[in-house]
């Protein structure tokens, strides 16, 4: 895991979780990017916190980034004192305030300089995938507005050219994340693209679109319709840009798409199913 930026959130209430907070865009192992926010109550938008469990990313910023003890509790406590707050943040609160007029905002708009101030640059995920975070975070954030030569996305449906498995949409039973095309707009299951550009990469070859060959270009996130976890949420992947980065099967083996399954990046049939393939099964 890595940190790709951190964010001041504007203020807002003044109920028990109000006060002081930073949001952490941290990379996951999958390249789904995560928010992980440290305030009265920490959070993060993960599928595993969302069931209730402390999940990796927050522990990630609290040992990693924030570099607390082990057997600190803040660690682990679902809820914070100001002043246990105030301690965890008051480094990087500083340096963003010392940083000079301007540099709230170029945080807020993904430029990076958020990313650094205030931390080892040893968690900081590389150059340029950091760029490339902010140029699809700054997308977003601007509603959308990719200009006038952005391609759209085409209706999902048929079947995945990769795996040739039926591609569905949405939130419901046996959905999966879709990624497409900025070129041509033609959609694939974002899991398979994703080890299907691993392959091209390892060979040393350029990743293209299987369709139109174009060299390809993520088309800013997840589409509409695409869910990347639990509950429908859709998360920003960058696996295509970390060609360093070791992948889940070097680093799990098998139990690899076990991993994936639980996370919520791909479905536990579509995980028994590259099992079955990995172990010869089929």
């Not at 990630?60 to 803040?74: E, G, S, W």
């Not at 398979?192 to 390809?216: D, E, H, I, L, M």
Request: charge should be positive; aromatic fraction near 6%; include cysteine.
């Amino acid at each position: 895991m890595f940190l790709l930026e951190t964010r001041q959130p504007t203020a807002a209430g003044s109920g028990p979780a109000a006060g002081p907070a930073v949001e952490f865009h941290v990379l996951g192992a999958t390249g789904n990017v995560y928010q992980v926010r440290i305030s009265r109550q920490p959070n993060c938008s993960c599928p595993d916190f969302a069931k209730g469990h402390l999940c990796k990313h927050i522990l990630f910023v609290m040992l990693r980034v924030l570099r607390q003890r082990p057997t600190d509790p803040v660690i682990w406590q679902r809820a914070l004192l100001p002043s246990e707050v105030e301690r965890l943040l008051s480094p990087m609160l500083a340096n963003a305030s010392g940083a000079g007029p301007g540099a709230g905002a170029a945080a807020a708009a993904g430029a990076g300089a958020g990313a650094a101030a205030g931390v080892d640059r040893s968690v900081l995920a590389s150059d340029v995938i950091r760029q490339r975070y902010a140029a699809i975070a700054g997308g977003t954030a601007a509603g959308g507005a990719a200009g006038a030569g952005a391609s759209v996305q085409r209706p999902v449906e048929g079947d995945c050219p990769i795996c040739y498995e039926e591609m569905v949409a949405g939130a419901g039973r046996g959905a999966e994340a879709i990624t497409f095309c900025a070129s041509c707009g033609n959609n694939m299951h974002r899991e398979c693209f994703s080890r299907w550009a691993a392959s091209k990469r390892s060979g040393g070859s350029q990743v293209t679109c299987v369709y139109c060959r174009a060299p390809w270009q993520d088309a800013g996130g997840p589409g509409p319709g695409t869910p990347g976890g639990a509950g429908g949420r859709e998360y920003v992947n960058l696996s295509q840009y970390g060609a360093g980065t070791p992948s889940l099967e070097e680093l799990y083996g098998e139990n690899a798409y076990w991993v994936m399954a639980n996370a919520g990046d791909i479905s536990r049939r579509q995980a028994a199913r590259m099992h079955a393939a990995a172990r010869g099964w089929v």
